[in-house]
């Protein structure tokens, strides 16, 4: 058993001490439940200890409940980087840079959208582009593009596509500064000047949910974050920064090939592929992972206007009469610069968060004016049978886990293993028959996202509840689902 190979800290954290491997700087930390441990694959095992030799890691190299095998990184990993003589890397981020989810909620009850649900998800499937290579509906020319990159959420609130409530809630409203186009390539910008507005393919999906009275764990909290009805419609956003992310991931794990002699890094895998963070190739790799965090926000708002656009049509009212509003968006796939004290002392460190969300507690200066008294919502998307689950942040992030937490289910099984165990066509099937109806324009990537290829959603919520870096407030079942 795997457990028995570790450490216990506590009921639900493991440590895999530094002898364990030769090279580790710090211990590598599992968080995970008595009933997951076991679950979790000899490879994540390598890739975390992996993680706990590069250089500059601070405190702990850490992987979540929902912990997985990932480029580099297992997804669901995260590491904290001195910004002095630490490194970044691609491998610690992912291909699709702010792959992130977004929360909608309404005014609308089950009741209320039944008789329409056909309807409803056919128009969702015309307005919102998903499959490989799919297009948006805006042609954006170049200088457009630029202020995408740099600008991000803002640009759409100045073209229309955004309001001021959607930018309170977003995660750095929705634009990180330090982006510059300068270190984008031109080929990164051809593969994402026209996939703004589109959920791409993949895990990535949309779904329209309910909050059923017994899904609701705390209802003060889901009251702030506007969940304030039995059985209220929620809408929940899964996508990121699509092929243009993945062509700048692409293009510096190239230039970063080159850093480990130069700059006498030690990499035991070449995944970890990465770069000093003060040096020239680390500042520019942050600079265009900015503009793919950038992009992606812009992705998912302009997926939020077409949602409102189709729902305002199916309905007959105008937004503000359906109450359609952000609840959060979050990303997770993301490197940022935040403080944390190590060792008696407060520093800056460069945070990896691959597969993993932000759980800032109450007060923190980040998250939104109206949820500091509770702390900022957390976003947990899981498989397109199951829904997804609202937790928020907690104060004891900061000390266990550099403020993070899970990001959602999890994988028990790769996409090929899964298409050999279903297909897609009987999963859709046993989604109808649950009460789900869904819609892709690839049959086989129903069977690669469906449940059994995944965790329980609530074990390994659970399991960070107990921990108590985030708190359940909510969980929400799927109605209508768009599969990328």
């Given amino acids: 058993m795997k457990k028995d190979r570790f450490k216990r800290i506590s009921p639900n954290i493991w440590e895999i001490p530094t002898d364990f491997k030769q090279g580790m700087r710090v211990p590598a930390r599992i968080l995970s439940s008595e009933e997951l441990i076991d679950g979790i694959d000899d490879k994540v095992i390598d890739q975390i200890t992996n993680v706990a030799c590069l250089s500059g890691i601070k405190k702990y190299a850490l992987c979540m409940p929902d912990g997985h095998c990932g480029y580099g990184f297992p997804i669901g990993g995260v590491a904290g980087f001195s910004k002095n003589d630490g490194i970044i890397s691609p491998g610690g981020i992912g291909f699709d840079i702010n792959c992130g989810m977004r929360l909608l909620r309404t005014d609308l009850t089950f009741d209320e959208i039944k008789p329409k649900m056909e309807l409803l998800l056919n128009k969702l499937f015309l307005t919102i582009p998903s499959g490989v290579g799919s297009s948006g509906f805006l042609k954006l020319n170049k200088g457009q593009f630029t202020d995408i990159m740099e600008k991000g959420a803002d640009w759409c609130l100045e073209s229309g596509y955004a309001t001021s409530n959607d930018i309170e809630h977003i995660e750095d409203h929705g634009r990180i500064s330090h982006a510059d186009h300068t270190t984008v390539s031109e080929k990164a910008i051809s593969r994402g000047i026209n996939q703004m507005g589109t959920l791409g393919s993949g895990n990535h999906y949309l779904e329209v949910e309910i909050a059923h009275p017994e899904g609701i764990y705390n209802r003060d909290i889901a009251k702030v974050f506007g969940i304030d009805r039995d059985n209220q419609v929620i809408v929940a956003i899964h996508c990121g920064s699509r092929g243009f992310g993945h062509q700048i991931a692409t293009d510096y794990l190239e230039v970063f090939d080159k850093c480990s002699k130069k700059y006498d890094l030690v990499v035991r895998d070449k995944e970890l592929m990465s770069a000093p963070i003060k040096s020239d190739e680390g500042q520019r790799y942050f600079r265009a992972m900015a503009c793919a965090a950038n992009a992606a926000f812009v992705n998912r708002q302009l997926i939020t206007f077409g949602i409102r656009k189709v729902f305002s049509e199916v309905f007959g009212k105008n937004v503000h009469e359906l109450g359609v509003e952000t609840i959060y968006d979050v990303a997770h796939n993301i490197a940022k610069m935040e403080k ?31 949820y500091q008294l509770v702390g900022q919502p957390v976003i947990v998307g899981g498989s397109m049978e199951t829904g997804s689950a609202l937790l928020c942040g907690a104060k004891q992030a900061d000390e266990e886990t550099f403020g993070s937490t899970l990001h959602g289910a999890g994988r028990t099984m790769s996409r090929m293993q899964a298409k050999r165990t279903a297909r897609g066509e009987s999963i859709r099937q046993k989604m ?53």
């Fill in 340 to 370: 944390y004290e190590i060792g008696g002392r407060e520093e800056e460190l460069l945070i990896h968060r691959k597969g993993a969300t932000r759980s800032f507690g109450p007060g923190r200066p980040e998250i939104p004016k109206d």
């Fill in 432 to 484: 109808k028959d649950d009460g789900i109806m869904v819609k892709t324009g690839y049959m086989p990537g129903l069977a690669e996202e469906a449940a059994f290829a995944y965790k329980d959603i609530d074990s390994v919520v659970s399991a960070v509840h107990s921990i108590g870096i985030s708190k359940k407030v909510a969980r929400f079942k799927p109605v209508l689902n768009i599969k990328g």
